[in-house]
């Protein structure tokens, strides 16, 4: 992973070399704290020693008991769906990869209808057992292969924490079960038995997304100016503390747009704690170009961009024409034509004094996600030493969980009773 800060320099809002300067040493106080929680396997540092601690041959032991399936379908949600949508989606397999990570009926029902019931493997992800849309979607599935006449006790994969209902499931039913790891929060999850099921069973080499992590965590060091993971972190931070409450996560690359989303939760959850955070707002290259750039570009200076690219990419040509005014890419290919755009793009937000940096990968490939994966997160747990928040919990998450339930019946919430008391000027249309 490289990450380039130059376009960040004496913008508005900016940064200045002397800002980074002094920030380093801040850094490198973080980085002591960072190591030490990693070396104590502490709760929520222990996720940036994940690239040594996870055990590829454990999981390949679970995911072997199922032969080559046709599909793999993901019951989970948040950090227990989005890693491994993130690299499943990023590489491509004969592994169909799907997931369930809402309720909404008709999606849920419209996949279950197509899917290959019989040679589709269940993966069945919760780190706590309890969470309503995971535990819902799966009954939902479970009845749905029982009518359709297939033992979904021969189709199922658990990971889940050490108790709870999925583990007491796997345990009645013998299912095959893999554990989440202890003391790592699930938004931190990519690189552990959470986010690896899936790439495994879809033929993918997670030893390799390992290697990646080990890249990245071989480059912490305690300065900004030699690991680029601090760089992003440390450049985000100080451009939130001078008004860019929103960092616009715009990847050149369809194959890592399932990565911002990643990367949406892993900052939100993280960093959105006592009136502070950065607001990660998902953006898609060239295509935001025709979007959302009018804003980033043109409206209030509240922002950074962070454009995401591999640096090596797949070719498709473009045929020559003689469409009037487009002679010019004739002969050029796709790839070119999307780099361009990505350093125009670059260009014309430094033009408008809009901060931006330059996150760049090798490729779209099992070692260079890992890395980018573990980067994102070692900067976002050095942001959140900046910021002086509590990086590994989601307090603030839990209010809804119980207006919800309380809503269901499932308990005597005054949540759900605060929900009665809804204020209404509603206008109706006809
Ligand atoms: O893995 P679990 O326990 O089902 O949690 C799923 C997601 O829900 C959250 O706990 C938030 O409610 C996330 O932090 C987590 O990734």
Redesign the pocket.
Known sequence: MHVDLGNALDTTPGLTAETLERLDDRVADAHDRIAAGMADDEFGYAALTLPETADPDAIREATDRFDRPEAVLTV???????GAATLANALESDVDAYFLDNVDPDAVRSLLDDLPLAETVVNV???????A??LANFLVVRETMERAGVDWTERTLVT??EA?NLRALADAHDLPALD?PDGV???F?ALST?GLAVPALQGHDIEAVLAGGRDGMADLSGSLFETPAYAYGAATYALAERGALTNAVMPYAESLETFAEWFA?LWA?SLGKDGLGQTPARALGATDQHSQLQLYRAGPPDKLVSLIRPTERAETAIPETDLDGLAYLGGSSLGDLLDAEFEATEASLAAADVPNLRVEIDRVDERSLGELLYGMEAACVLYGELASVSTFT?PA??WG?KAARGLLGGGDFPEADAVADKRELRIDGS
């Open positions: 989970g949600i948040g950090g227990s769906a989005l992800v919760s780190k706590s057992g309890t969470t849309e995971t889940t924490g709870g989440v929060p699930g938004r999850s959470v939760q959850e989601q998450v839990e969980k």
